[in-house]
């Protein structure tokens, strides 16, 4: 068993071919640690930019790489193959957390045009995994803890690194790793990548739906019970759509109370996600400015 800590330094840039700004990676560092924990080897490489040349003052001050560094950096084609080289034996790839995957995913898609892909095999979110143990030590906040708060908590000194270089955060968090690691939570948390819908997932974005005749969307749904007595309602009216609401007024059949009705629907990777509200009920004439507006016909 060999684990493979992975890290990435990452520079907004904009991106002619995609008229948007995207994230270059301009660093990659890793950690190789056999399967009692023991550090194997070290990887890291400065990464020359496909798409501009220079880099912004942010992250030149956060990670210490400047213009000059950057230019002299390797290929990312070849750093990526030189990546892969070092980590071709590796069991379990790690990050902290998920948002190095969504950077490899963009510049794997967008630069290196899916003719090179990362070596990654089984994944493990390790701020997930740390942040497990650290409940257990009284931290309770459900926010994403940063990598530096989570050492200190730990009595990790990191006088002595870099931290936002890829390879000194690598190292912090391959010591988190040894003190964090639970057998049962490891497991529950490891995923396999090598599974098609694994990058699927990544790639797709949850959106809201806005046609009321999209094919997700079910008859039923758009049906309210009375919030007086429990019995079947008669909508008054058409649906109108209104900040992510579909929203139209309704009349019990058998208590004749009226009220209305909103639905909202957000189409996710697994499923659709579904609410439905109750509002008070406003007769025609009394709306309120930018009230509900006409429901597009188109996603």
């Known amino acids: 068993m060999e684990y493979i800590i992975l890290d990435l330094e990452w520079d907004s840039v904009y991106f002619p071919p995609e008229k948007r700004f995207i994230n270059q990676i301009l660093q990659i560092g890793a950690v190789k640690l056999d399967k009692d924990f023991n550090t194997l080897d070290t990887f890291s490489v400065t990464i020359r930019s496909a798409i501009s040349n220079r880099v912004s003052s942010r992250f030149a001050k956060l990670t210490g790489i400047t213009k000059e560094k950057m230019l002299s950096g390797t290929p990312f084609e070849e750093a990526v193959k030189q990546y892969n080289a070092f ?62 708060a989570a050492a200190e908590m730990m009595d990790i000194d990191t006088e002595g690194f870099e931290l936002h270089t890829a390879l000194d955060d ?100 697994d499923d659709l996600q579904i609410k439905h509200k109750v509002c008070e009920y406003r007769p025609k004439g009394k709306k309120k400015e930018n009230e509900v507006q006409p429901v597009p016909e188109t996603v």
């Not at 995994?129 to 926010?143: D, H, I, M, W």
Request: charged share 30%.
């Open 87 to 148: 980590a071709e034996n590796s069991d379990v790839v790690m990050t902290w957390s998920k948002s190095d995957l969504y950077t490899i995913v963009e510049n794997e898609d967008f630069i290196l045009k899916n003719s090179l892909k990362f070596k990654l095999s089984g994944y493990l979110d390790l701020q997930k995994l740390v942040q497990s143990q650290l409940a257990l030590k009284g931290y309770e906040s459900k926010n994403q803890i940063s990598l530096e």
């Open 170 to 269: 690598c190292l912090v968090c391959a010591e988190l790793f040894k003190l964090c690691y639970n057998k049962e939570k490891f497991k529950s948390l490891l995923k396999d990548a090598t599974k098609p819908d694994f990058f699927a997932r990544l790639r797709f974005k949850p959106y809201p739906i806005s046609n009321i005749h999209d094919k997700h969307i079910k008859k039923d749904e758009l049906e309210f019970k009375c919030p007086e007595c429990g019995n079947k309602t008669r909508r008054l009216g058409s649906f109108k759509y209104r900040n992510r609401w579909f929203v139209a007024d309704f009349q019990c059949k058998n208590c004749k109370f009226k009220f209305s009705g909103r639905v909202a629907f957000k189409k996710t990777f």
